[in-house]
């Protein structure tokens, strides 16, 4: 079982920054995939940023150019840099893991709590 938890969310004006933590309750090095989703009242959940265990990075469309993700091993910690946030980056986000102990075995899903981001002027 992995427990993820996600600070530093907030209330930024636009063109601000702001960086999220995840941090896991096992290594994150046997963790395969690791990013963030967000949601945003009456949406879906959508793709933020995920970053495998080898370092390969995927980024939804709205965080392209903007949005940094990162991952340190040794805090068993993946981070999200967001650079000139817009009103539209508001959002719950959710640090989401994938693991499997073996190729032929499906993936579990693992998801944090959120944290709130309010970009508003």
């Known amino acids: 079982q992995v427990q993820l938890v996600e600070s530093g969310g907030g209330l930024v004006q636009p063109g601000g920054s702001l960086r999220l933590s995840c941090a896991a309750s096992?290594?994150?090095?046997?963790?395969?995939?690791m990013g963030w989703y967000r949601q945003a009242p009456g949406k879906e959940r959508e793709l933020v940023a995920v970053?495998?265990?080898?370092?390969?990075?995927n980024y939804g469309d709205s965080a392209k150019g903007r949005f940094t993700i990162s991952r340190d091993n040794a805090k068993n910690t993946v981070y999200l840099q967001m650079n000139s946030l817009k009103p539209e980056d508001t959002a719950n986000y959710y640090c989401?893991?994938?693991?499997?102990?073996?190729?032929?075995?499906?993936?579990?899903?693992?998801w944090g709590q959120g944290t709130q981001v309010t970009v508003s002027s």
């Open positions: 989401y893991a994938a693991a499997r102990s073996s190729p032929k075995l499906p993936f579990d899903v693992y």
């Open positions: 970053i495998s265990n080898g370092g390969s990075t």
């Open positions: 096992v290594s994150i090095a046997s963790i395969n995939v």
